[in-house]
């Protein structure tokens, strides 16, 4: 059985009076341990698609299971607590929490979970070291570079140790020398950690470093994603 | 997640600070309202007011115009369910209503003793009993007019030497200042000799208060001065009438000060959290649950609310305590007292002020779309 199955899945909504379908009757399934890049070309459903997966959307209709929890059908708030300990969200633009220090932004997954403080800490300070940002700890985002603002996104969506980690085009809003980094950071955490990863990209370099590349085009799939049973 | 909402309160350090001095002004101002309120009732009832009577002369309001005469008080002491009589010469430097009233009680020094619920906390008894022009102030008035033991006080006509100050398990008790009798009778200007204000009866613990008002009334019918006996408490309501439908009035002003606290707490939580709603998202996205999320906005505009009220609640009663106010007409005053219900009914009113002025941008706030708030640049 698959990580994550979407079976039938379809999306759409309103604008001006027109009903656009980004997605319709989407299939996937993605294994433990893969490394996924959606590509496609701007309102195609990406990120919409990524939101579905993530709990915070919700399909018209369709299954979306995720390590054998439905999310489809659950409530709001129990999908936060489902987010909380399955699922890594990088936001394209950080997102970061601006009154918190890199180290209180990387612990706020961990405060969700029943964990001690010493566990807090311990988690929090490998996150940091996985990307490399030990020394910026104490340091505001607005003391940050974009990159590293970046990598303490990174941190944030792994420190609760998820069953998956969405990425909303990471390296969108960065230079490519950071981009590069960033990705490396990503293919690294996805090969030593084992980290499901669904990366949302324009950027065809940036899909290459996945295992699996999928092109999302008018709400379906084309070749030559091969998004079911691979 | 309360290192959250510190910071976040940190971050608009300005629109906090103002927030909370408004809060702590409109909280000084209701506890300020609260503290009359509870003096006029102090005043009004209890012990004091209800199981004692006041003797005055008949359609006279003011201590001046009343001329009773002293031995009414044997008349009255005949009469069944009457402890004990005290004749009381009053005199006050304003008719009219004052903040700053000055009651001289002229009476018995023994029966002040035995009778007035007062204890010396500084001079002596005997020294008060002894010299015709000494008098005891209330510690209220000696804070006010910076009175302490041995000085002499002059004010109008009279002069005294004070002999000790007095505190009181009755507020307004403090506002007075007690010389002997003969003293106030013989005093330039009021030439009474022989007569008194007013008479204040003790009743019997069995008494009923309404019949022996009625029975002394009766009894002086036939004297030279017709007399009105009523409740200490309904004789102090009816002194101050003016003032008690003022102060009546008056506590909508305490309203208006809730009202401006839940409007000002309320506009500065609705404007951070507009602010900041895609970072509400972002927290739900990462796990945050909506109840959560609401928890964290009451957090902000309950903490809002409480270090203004508390703040302007303990400036009031650091007020209330130092400034000894008290407001009086005709003889009576209300005295304005830091208590420790009008402490409690501060806090707790900045809490419930807090807690409704931040749910509807808590609700807002957790229930915000989260992939729209998330596209928000």
Redesign the interface.
């Known amino acids: 059985m698959a990580l994550v199955e979407l079976r039938g899945v379809c999306k759409s909504f309103r604008k001006g009076g027109e009903t656009i379908t980004p997605l319709d009757n989407i299939d996937l399934d993605i294994e433990a341990g893969e490394f996924v890049s959606l590509m496609g070309p701007s309102g195609t459903g990406k990120s919409t698609l990524l939101n579905l997966v993530s709990g915070i959307d919700r399909p018209e209709s369709g299954t979306i299971i995720v390590d054998g929890t439905e999310v489809t059908k659950l409530s709001r708030s129990k999908l936060a607590d489902w987010r909380a300990a399955n699922l890594g969200y990088i936001f394209q633009t950080h997102n970061l929490i601006p009154v918190l220090t890199a180290y209180e932004n990387i612990e706020l997954p961990t405060l969700l979970l029943k964990l001690s403080s010493s566990q807090r800490r311990k988690r929090v300070e490998l996150a940091l070291e996985a990307v490399g940002l030990r020394d910026r700890a104490d340091h505001y985002p607005r003391q940050l570079s974009g990159g590293q603002e970046q990598r303490v996104g990174i941190a944030r969506a792994i420190v609760a140790y998820p069953k998956v980690v969405v990425a909303d085009e990471p390296t969108g809003s960065l230079d490519t020398v950071t981009s590069e980094q960033v990705l490396v950071l990503l293919q690294r955490l996805n090969r030593e950690l084992g980290i499901t990863i669904l990366m949302v990209t324009h950027d065809s370099d940036a899909a290459s470093i996945a295992s699996r590349q999928l092109l999302l085009d008018r709400g379906k799939f084309m070749e030559p994603a091969a998004g079911v049973g691979r | 997640?309360t290192?959250?909402v510190l910071?976040?309160l940190?971050?608009h350090r300005t629109r906090t600070l103002l927030t909370v001095s408004g809060s702590a002004v409109a909280m000084f101002v209701f506890c300020f309202v609260g503290s009359v309120q509870e003096g006029l009732h102090r005043l009004t009832t209890g012990a004091d007011a209800d199981r004692s009577l006041i003797v005055f002369q008949e359609n006279r309001f003011c201590p001046t115009t009343s001329r009773l005469p002293e031995d009414y008080a044997l008349k009255i002491m005949e009469v069944q369910g009457v402890r004990d009589v005290m004749p009381i010469q009053v005199w006050t430097n304003n008719c009219r209503a004052s903040l700053d009233i000055v009651v001289f009680n002229g009476a018995d020094p023994a029966k002040i003793q035995k009778s007035r619920p007062i204890k010396l906390t500084d001079g002596n008894w005997q020294s008060f009993a002894s010299q015709q022009n000494a008098a005891i102030v209330g510690r209220n008035i000696a804070n006010r007019r910076g009175l302490k033991t041995g000085d002499q006080f002059s004010i109008g006509d009279i002069s005294v030497k004070v002999a000790g100050v007095f505190a009181s398990t009755v507020p307004s008790e403090e506002n007075l200042i007690y010389t002997s009798l003969a003293f106030l009778q013989y005093t330039r200007g009021l030439d009474a000799a022989g007569l008194v204000t007013q008479h204040e009866v003790l009743l019997t613990q069995d008494a009923d208060p309404d019949r022996v008002a009625g029975e002394i009334d009766a009894t002086l019918r036939a004297g030279s001065v017709a007399t009105k006996t009523r409740r200490k408490g309904a004789f102090q309501t009816s002194t101050l009438s003016d003032l008690v439908d003022l102060i009546g009035f008056a506590h909508w002003l305490g309203f208006a000060c809730v009202g401006l606290v839940l409007s000002l707490v309320a506009t500065t939580t609705v404007m951070s959290v507009q602010d900041r709603m895609?970072?509400y998202a972002?927290?739900?996205?990462?796990?945050?649950?909506?109840?959560t999320t609401m928890r964290l906005v009451l957090t902000e505009s309950t903490l809002l609310c409480l270090v203004g009220g508390i703040s302007g609640t303990l400036v009031a009663l650091a007020s209330l305590s130092f400034g000894g106010f008290a407001i009086g007409a005709e003889g009576a005053t209300i005295a304005f007292r830091p208590t420790i219900g009008l402490a409690l009914s501060g806090i707790f009113v900045s809490l419930i002020v807090g807690i409704a002025a931040g749910l509807a941008p808590a609700i807002q706030a957790a229930t915000v779309p989260?992939?729209n708030a998330?596209r928000q640049?």
Do not use: H
Not at chain 2, 282 to 291: F, K, S, Y
């Open positions: 997640m290192t959250y910071k976040t940190w971050r895609k970072e972002v927290l739900q996205t990462i796990g945050v649950r909506p109840l989260i992939v998330l640049t």
